[in-house]
C-alpha cells in the first residue's frame, strides 16, 4: 500500500495555500470554542472569557507548564480582541527589541489605529532592568502585555510589574483533553491528518497518559507515528504495540526520547526484569522527567499488568506517589526504585484491565440494556445478574501471566 501523509492536504489551509509546518503548529486552535481544557478559568462566566469577549482585556501573566497552551491563547486573544500582535521571546530578544516594540505600540496609539497586545515568551528570562521598561507602557495602556511562564511569577517577576498585571494559572492538561486533541487531529482534513491515520482507543489514551499534559508533545509523536506509517508502508490503523514500535523507531541516535524510554521502562516490568526497570527509570529521572508522571504510571501499571495477580501492587504504587509528593527529589528516587522492583518482581494478570476494556465494547455496542427485573426488586436470587441478552457472559478471567 503506497501511503503518502501530506497528498491529503495539498489543497486545503486556513489561507488559502498549502498547509505546511509540524502537526503540533497546524492544529493549533483559533478560536476561544476550539481551545482544550481550562475550564477553571475560560468557562462560562468566568473572568478571563468576560475581558476576551469585552474586548476589555488587561496585561495578563499566564503560568503554566510547558504545552499547555500559553502561546495558543495569547494569539487567540489578539485574534478575538482584533488587536495588533507582536511577540518576543525573553530568551532571544532584550532591551532594545522591548523598545522598538514599544515605539510602534506608541505609533499605533497615536494614529487612532488597534491597539497592541505584546506576547513575551519565557518573560521570567527578563532581568530587573528589562522588566522595568515595560511598566510605564502598561501603566498607561500604550500596550497590553500578556507575559507566559512556566515558573511562579512571585518567585520570578519584580513586584513592581505583577503590580500592574492580572496572574492566570494554567493547569496542566489532563489526559481526556489530550485524547480530544489527538482524535481532532487525526480526523481534521485540512489542518491534521485527515483520515490518514487509525489508531486504536488504547493507543490514544496511551499517547495522552505519557505526553504528561503537554497536548505539543502528543501531537509532535503522533506525527512520528504518521511519519514512520508513511514512509514504511505499513498498515495505517495501528494499535499499541505498533505505535511504541513506530516511536522507538524514530528516536533520536542518543536516545532521550520520552516516549522510547518509557516503552522500554514499562516493557522492562512487564517483563519481570527489575534491573531494566532500575535503569530506565535511572535515565527517566536523569533526563528531568517528572517524578510523579513516574509515579502515576505505576499506578497505571500497578492495576493494568499485575492487578489481582498481586493487590498489594497498588497499594504500594499509591503509596509511591504519596512519598513523591511529600518527600520530593531527590529523597524520591529511593521510593520510586522501591515501587520499580516491587512492581517489576510481582506476578503478572491483566484480567481486569481485559475485563473492563470488554465491558466498555460491549456497553458501546449493545447500548443500555434493561437490568433485569429481579435486581430492580432487590431480590438475592440465583440467577445472572447481567441483562438477559448477556446471559453467560464472561468479562472477568483471572490468570497469572501477561496476555
Not at 522588566?131 to 501603566?139: C, G, H, T
Not at 503537554?214 to 507515528?225: G, I, N, P, S
Amino acid at each position: 500500500m503506497s501511503l503518502d501523509l501530506f497528498q491529503f492536504s495539498e489543497n486545503n489551509s486556513r489561507t488559502g495555500g498549502a498547509i505546511t509546518g509540524p502537526l503540533a503548529y497546524r492544529m493549533r486552535p483559533q478560536t476561544l470554542d476550539q481551545f482544550v481544557g481550562h475550564e477553571l478559568v475560560l468557562g462560562e462566566g468566568k473572568p478571563l472569557r468576560h475581558w476576551i469577549v469585552s474586548d476589555r482585556l488587561p496585561s495578563l501573566i499566564l503560568w503554566g507548564p510547558p504545552g499547555c497552551g500559553k502561546t495558543t491563547l495569547a494569539q487567540i486573544i489578539a485574534r478575538q480582541t482584533h488587536s495588533d500582535f507582536e511577540s518576543l521571546s525573553a530568551v532571544l530578544s532584550g532591551a532594545k527589541e522591548i523598545k522598538e516594540v514599544i515605539l510602534r505600540a506608541k505609533e499605533l496609539r497615536r494614529m487612532g489605529q488597534r491597539r497592541m497586545i505584546l506576547f513575551i515568551d519565557e518573560i521570567h528570562r527578563f532581568n530587573q532592568s528589562q522588566q522595568d521598561l515595560l511598566l510605564p507602557s502598561i501603566e498607561d495602556g500604550t500596550l497590553t502585555l500578556i507575559g507566559a511562564t512556566t515558573g511562579n511569577p512571585a518567585f520570578e517577576l519584580n513586584p513592581a510589574l505583577l503590580s500592574r498585571v492580572r496572574v492566570i494559572r494554567l493547569e496542566r492538561l489532563t489526559s481526556l483533553d489530550i485524547q480530544k486533541t489527538i482524535r481532532s487531529a487525526l480526523k481534521d482534513p485540512d489542518c491534521g491528518l485527515g483520515g490518514f491515520l487509525s489508531l486504536s482507543e488504547e493507543s490514544i489514551r496511551w499517547l495522552a497518559d505519557t505526553a504528561e499534559g503537554d497536548a505539543r508533545r502528543a501531537l509532535t509523536a503522533l506525527e512520528a507515528v504518521a511519519l514512520f506509517v508513511g514512509h514504511q508502508g505499513v498498515s495505517a490503523d495501528l494499535g499499541l504495540d505498533q505505535v511504541q514500535l513506530a516511536l522507538e523507531s524514530t528516536c533520536a541516535p542518543s536516545g532521550e526520547d520520552h516516549y522510547s524510554i518509557i516503552s522500554a521502562w514499562i516493557k522492562s516490568m512487564r517483563g519481570n526484569d527489575p534491573h531494566a526497570g532500575l535503569y530506565y527509570l535511572a535515565r527517566m529521572l536523569i533526563s528531568g522527567e517528572d517524578p510523579l508522571f513516574i509515579a502515576r504510571r505505576l499506578v497505571v501499571f500497578a492495576s493494568e499488568d499485575i492487578g489481582n495477580a498481586d493487590p498489594r501492587a497498588l497499594q504500594i504504587a499509591l503509596s509511591v506517589k504519596e512519598a513523591v509528593e511529600f518527600v520530593g527529589m531527590p529523597e524520591a528516587r529511593i521510593s520510586l526504585a522501591h515501587g520499580v522492583t516491587y512492581l517489576a518482581t510481582a506476578p503478572k494478570s491483566k484480567a481486569s484491565y481485559l475485563g473492563i476494556t470488554a465491558a466498555m465494547e460491549e456497553v458501546e455496542r449493545t447500548g443500555a440494556l434493561p437490568i433485569p427485573f429481579h435486581l430492580k426488586k432487590g431480590e438475592e436470587v440465583n440467577r445472572s445478574h447481567l441483562p438477559d441478552a448477556l446471559a453467560g457472559k464472561r468479562f472477568y478471567c483471572p490468570q497469572n501471566k501477561i496476555d
